[in-house]
């Protein structure tokens, strides 16, 4: 099929015969393009070298019982993941990066680690305000009135000022939020269509419902 037509559905479960590869020897990785100075780093090592080591044998499970039964032939049990320790043999330098590093790390690095904290601006966790939800929204208009409520009577010929601050608060059901607002169930469409309305000063308030994720990426949003 390779020859006659170009293609050949699955044939990436026997792509040994493609690289050159003998029964037995690990699948080419990355790690082959790496240059010999290379830095690999581990996030979250507690959780991830476990999934490494797991990756192969569930791989081998499910490819076992296809081989067996005819579904696959047995050298596509070599198109797999690096068994741990082929990881463990050819992975670069490495850091580790752990809140809470297990064994495994610990003893490769013979029990010695560096503590990274974070907390650069000395910033302290924000003060929680508990508000009547029957008056919420004029709660929320009252702490925005020097700019959502003051922006309209300034907008006449600067509608679409960039300057002007934006607000993104967030609501736990539809009902509450009273104005435009962004949902998981929105279309994607219609969602941009909010953001870059918000953007443009069409409108200063986007309510979003429990999180309006799509706000991370909004500097303009306070």
Not at 51 to 70: F, I
Request: proline residues 9%.
């Amino acid at each position: 099929m390779l020859v006659e037509t170009g293609m050949c559905k699955g044939i990436e479960n026997y792509s040994r015969y493609l690289s050159g590869q003998k029964r037995g020897e690990p699948p080419p990785t990355l790690f082959q393009y790496l240059p010999p100075d290379a830095l690999l780093f581990v996030d979250e090592s507690h959780a991830t070298l476990p999934q490494v080591r797991g990756m192969y044998n569930g791989d081998y499970a499910r490819k076992k019982v296809l081989s067996d039964y005819g579904f696959r032939l047995p050298s596509a049990m070599d198109n797999r993941p690096l068994k741990f320790e082929e990881f463990d043999g050819m992975r670069p330098q490495t850091v580790f990066v752990s809140a809470t590093p297990g064994p495994l790390e610990l003893g490769m690095t013979g029990g010695k680690f560096v503590e990274q904290v974070i907390r650069p601006t000395g910033l302290i966790d924000p003060p929680i305000l508990i508000r009547p939800a029957s008056t919420q929204v004029d709660d929320l208009l009252a702490r925005d009135a020097g700019n959502a409520q003051a922006r309209p009577a300034r907008a006449g010929h600067h509608a679409h000022h960039s300057a002007w601050p934006r607000s993104s608060p967030t609501t736990w059901t539809k009902p509450a939020s009273r104005c435009a607002i962004c949902t998981p169930t929105s279309t994607r469409w219609s969602a941009c269509r909010c953001i870059r309305d918000l953007r443009l000063g069409t409108f200063d308030v986007l309510v979003g419902v429990n999180l309006l994720r799509e706000g991370l990426d909004i500097p303009e949003c306070g």
